[in-house]
């Protein structure tokens, strides 16, 4: 799968309502057939940068998004709202879903 996090620093002004304003990219994106996940953080650090983790079944799936419609109407309109070009991590892993984290197993529960 191609497995994406970005890091989005929004303009103050803008920051509370950033999921709204994302809404119609990310339900469309969500759509997408090779759309594994793609889901919206906001920092506990700072309250004006957002996390995207997201990820494509595959580079075809992958370059489906970037060619999508609604990809191309939000490089044209989310630059606006922020305070820097986002910065990513963009990587290929050998697997389809998220792996448990072992080191943190949560016993059985009665």
């Not at 109407?73 to 070009?85: F, V």
Request: aromatic residues 10%.
């Amino acid at each position: 799968m191609i497995f994406i996090t970005a890091k989005f620093r929004v303009l103050p002004e803008h920051a509370d309502r950033w999921p709204e304003i994302v809404d119609e990219f990310t339900n469309a994106t969500r759509a997408e057939p090779g759309c594994l996940w793609f889901e919206w953080s906001r920092s506990l650090a700072d309250p004006t940068e957002y996390v995207l983790v997201e990820a494509f079944r595959d580079a075809d799936a992958g370059g489906a998004h970037v060619q999508s419609e609604h990809f191309r109407t939000a490089q044209r309109t989310l630059p606006p709202y922020l305070a820097e070009t986002p910065k990513i991590v963009n990587v290929t892993v050998p697997q389809e879903d998220w792996s448990e984290l072992g080191e943190m197993a949560v016993p059985d529960r009665p």
